[in-house]
């Protein structure tokens, strides 16, 4: 773990007052820091919508976030449990949790995880989502790791909540529905400019984040305008490859 990070980690997810707040780079920023800071090979974030029903918000890569999908799509996976329940749910080696989750673990293990921890989104006794934690080789989680992780998820939730709170012309329910629109705005901005520029979704997705944030722009407001053909990104380019932390191969299309 770089202890140098987290302070700063820390902060990230504590200021939600910031001018321009922006609830999906904010659930980016916890995945991404979520990877950097523990034994992880990615992470996936899910929240419950105003229907109390999961949906994937952010990911740290194309494989957590396919991952995350057929998990809510087949009812099935840790990080449902975990939401269920309120409490961490972990899995040292999916190839022994086939009676447990009989089609999640195969989706996980063709996408190259061999492990998943699932630590809950929570304050007190609500309960809005879930952090998964995705590693490569099979083993439990260090339980260093696992208090550090689920801090990160705690602290990320009190700035969610107290955002609702000092910010009352929003709801809760308000913001997450927004983010789930949100979500769907990006995907098909990262997917028409994976095509323009013939690269992957995590290269498009990471161009895409890099150009808002160059920008002092909202990820959402800058891809609806690229959608929309506002602002066309003339200027963006692929730039130089670079390597993802990619385990494996993606799964099929979920179900």
Not at 35 to 59: F, I
Not at 122 to 144: K, S
Not at 150 to 155: E, M, S, Y
Not at 196 to 219: C, E, I, Q, T
Request: proline content about 6%; overall charge negative; charged content about 25%.
């Amino acid at each position: 773990m770089d202890l140098e990070l987290l302070p700063e980690a820390f902060v990230e997810l504590a200021d939600t007052l910031v001018a321009g707040f922006d609830i999906i780079e904010f659930m980016h920023v916890l995945t991404g820091r979520s990877v950097e800071l523990l034994d992880a090979s990615a992470a996936g974030l899910l929240l419950a919508d105003p229907r109390g029903e999961l949906r994937v918000v952010a990911a740290s890569s194309e494989q957590a976030r396919l991952v995350e999908l057929f998990q809510v799509q087949n009812d099935e996976g840790p990080c449902l449990d975990c939401f269920r329940a309120g409490q961490p749910v972990t899995a040292a080696d999916l190839s022994s949790e086939s009676r447990r989750w009989p089609h999640f673990a195969v989706t996980a293990s063709q996408a190259g995880f061999a492990a998943v921890q699932a630590l809950p989104m929570r304050l007190r006794d609500e309960t809005i989502g879930a952090l998964n934690l995705f590693r490569a080789a099979p083993g439990p989680f260090d339980r260093a790791d696992v208090r550090v992780g689920q801090a990160l998820a705690d602290v990320a939730t009190i700035g969610l909540l107290n955002e609702r709170t000092l910010r009352r012309s929003e709801t809760l329910n308000e913001q997450l529905q927004s983010a789930l629109n949100s979500r769907v705005i990006i995907e098909q901005a990262k997917g028409k400019l994976a095509e323009r520029l013939g690269v992957d979704m995590n290269d498009a997705f990471n161009l895409l984040r890099s150009y808002a944030r160059g920008r002092n722009r909202g990820l959402s407001e800058l891809s609806r305008a690229f959608i929309e053909g506002s602002d066309p990104l003339a200027d963006l380019s692929a730039g130089p490859a670079r390597p993802s932390r990619q385990p494996g191969q993606p799964p099929g299309p979920p179900r």
